[in-house]
């Protein structure tokens, strides 16, 4: 795996797997640009997610809904009122930052010191925050008695009280821009699954229990975007609103947090780089029962959550129906007198209307991606010495799964046979299989090795009969990323045998 999220951030840029976004006019903070080699692989690892949660499941339907939304629905799911992450600004630099990373990155005596400013224990840093939260006024002595030291100048700062900073992006709709016609850019997936709730279950004839699935854009404004793409403004969620008569509920959040667990695995990120963090009572949002958060070791970062599994109650469908009052809705939920749908579905036993229960496994793509490149990344050093890099990626992630190389790329006789196999074998399905010319083998297999191409295919002299070995005619060197063994496979034979390996 990686040492640090440095040589992720080079390996990434140099072979065109991310770029940062709008660059030539000297970046935008927290926008990343995928490249030819990162959409492969985005896609490869948003195709595995759809194969796994959709296909090989008979409970589960997909969805992509559209990603600006009427204020209403985010008014409803309550983002409006609390989507909102603290946010302090430093009266010195006008610097503005996300209070708990800003808290969380000083040195251990300086948060210690800010624990014990507002009461709190420092080994319980949620808490922290919130008590800096809870009392503003106080926080902001604290943070400057504490010496809480400013990121981008380094010296101690004057700090204001924490306030709530929305992270919703607006956007007018239409050509009058006025007060009220606006949208938000949807901040996760999931509302998208909520309103469309009653068109899935009319159109499918689905009864409980049954999922939705759904992968696309969510937008964040956030106060800090940083960590390469682990913390972006634009990212990519993938998920699933499960769908759950009441009582069965925790049975079935047990039963998707073993699924998940198993997807990652499959994508090469082991059991034992995860831990399961049971989120404690007092930090779950109002809505949850309970919420595991999958914490991925991160380079760089440590532990941090790259998907987030929720025991959602009856709050989501409960607040975005009509009628709320006679649905027996157990969650907390605000009035909602401007939604034209009675959310409910037919209780599998009494075949009464009920609120269904909801698990959501909520990841991100980008968080996938950078733990997915995390894992494959490998440093070895070969028995004559030199070092090599290579991405051992799962073969149904490479970006490239086979490099076709013709030998000599101005004799015709040969290019012509790697032409040929490289249309044969992209012919299979199996995804990107790319004809390359470059002049240099040796180029080509330190390229290939970099970005994960699990094989390559090499036509040569004794290929076309030319070489020194008539018995190798109509045969290739087949050279395998991960052992560097090269095997001559017959041409006739070649699909096959790339097909048995890379299923
Ligand atoms: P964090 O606490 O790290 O801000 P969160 O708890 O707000 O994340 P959720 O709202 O649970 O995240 O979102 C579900 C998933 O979406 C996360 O597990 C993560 O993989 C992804 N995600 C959320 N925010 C971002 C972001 N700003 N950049 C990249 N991925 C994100």
Redesign the pocket.
């Known amino acids: 795996p990686a040492q640090s999220m440095e040589e992720l951030v080079s390996l990434c840029k140099r072979r065109g797997f991310i770029f940062q976004g709008s660059e030539i006019y000297g970046g935008l903070q927290g926008f990343w640009d995928y490249g030819p080699l990162g959409v492969e692989l985005k896609n490869n690892i948003k195709a595995s997610w759809w194969r796994t949660n959709i296909y090989e499941r008979d409970d589960m339907e997909g969805l992509d809904a559209s990603i600006i939304m009427h204020r209403l629905v985010l008014r409803h799911s309550g983002h409006e009122a609390t989507f909102s992450d603290p946010m302090v600004d430093n009266r010195k630099t006008k610097k503005r930052y996300r209070l708990d990373h800003l808290v969380k990155d000083q040195k251990a005596d300086v948060v210690a010191q800010v624990a014990e400013g507002i009461g709190e224990s420092v080994e319980n840093f949620p808490a922290v925050v919130a008590a800096l939260v809870a009392k503003p006024a106080r926080a902001s002595e604290v943070l400057v008695a504490a010496g809480v030291r400013d990121p981008f100048s380094g010296e101690v700062g004057d700090w204001t009280e924490p306030r709530p900073f929305n992270m919703m992006f607006k956007t007018s709709i239409g050509p009058v821009a006025d007060e009220d016609s606006f949208g938000y850019l949807r901040p996760?997936t999931a509302q998208g699954i909520f309103t469309n709730f009653k068109n899935v279950v009319d159109s499918t004839n689905r009864r409980l229990p049954f999922g939705i699935a759904q992968i696309g854009k969510a937008f964040?404004n956030?106060i800090t975007?940083r960590n390469f793409?682990?913390?972006?403004?634009e990212?990519e969620?993938m998920e699933i609103e499960f769908f759950c008569a009441p009582g069965t509920d925790e049975d079935w959040h047990e039963k998707w947090l073993r699924a998940r667990l198993a997807w990652w695995e499959a994508q090469g990120v082991p059991r034992e780089k995860i831990q399961i963090l049971d989120v404690p009572k007092e930090d779950l949002a109002h809505y949850s029962k309970r919420t595991y958060?999958l914490m991925y070791d991160y380079p760089t970062l440590g532990y941090?959550?790259?998907?987030?599994i929720a025991n959602r109650t009856d709050f989501d469908l409960g607040s975005h129906t009509k009628a709320q009052a006679e649905l027996g809705i157990q969650a907390r939920v605000d009035e909602n007198l401007d939604s034209v749908a009675k959310l409910t579905i037919p209780h599998p036993e009494t075949n009464k209307p009920v609120v269904p229960f909801v698990i959501e496994p909520?990841?991100?793509v980008?968080?996938a991606m950078l733990a997915v490149l995390s894992e494959a990344f490998t440093k070895e050093t070969l028995e004559n010495g030199s070092e090599r890099i290579v991405l051992k990626l799962k073969p149904h992630l490479a970006p490239i799964k086979v490099a076709v190389i013709p030998l000599a790329r101005n004799r015709e006789e040969i290019t012509n046979v790697a032409k040929a196999i490289k249309a044969d074998l992209q012919s299979l399905g199996l995804g990107r299989v790319l004809y390359e010319d470059s002049g240099n083998i040796g180029k080509s297999y330190r390229r290939h090795d970099e970005v994960g191409t699990p094989y390559c295919v090499t036509v040569d002299f004794d290929t076309v009969g030319k070489g020194e070995d008539p018995n190798l005619t109509d045969t290739v060197t087949v050279r395998d990323r991960d052992t560097l063994q090269q095997e001559r496979v017959k041409i006739s034979e070649l699909a096959g045998w790339i097909q048995a390996r890379l299923r």
């Open positions: 996760e964040r956030e975007p793409i682990f913390r972006v403004r990212l969620q958060d941090e959550e790259i998907e987030g909520s990841a991100g980008d968080r």
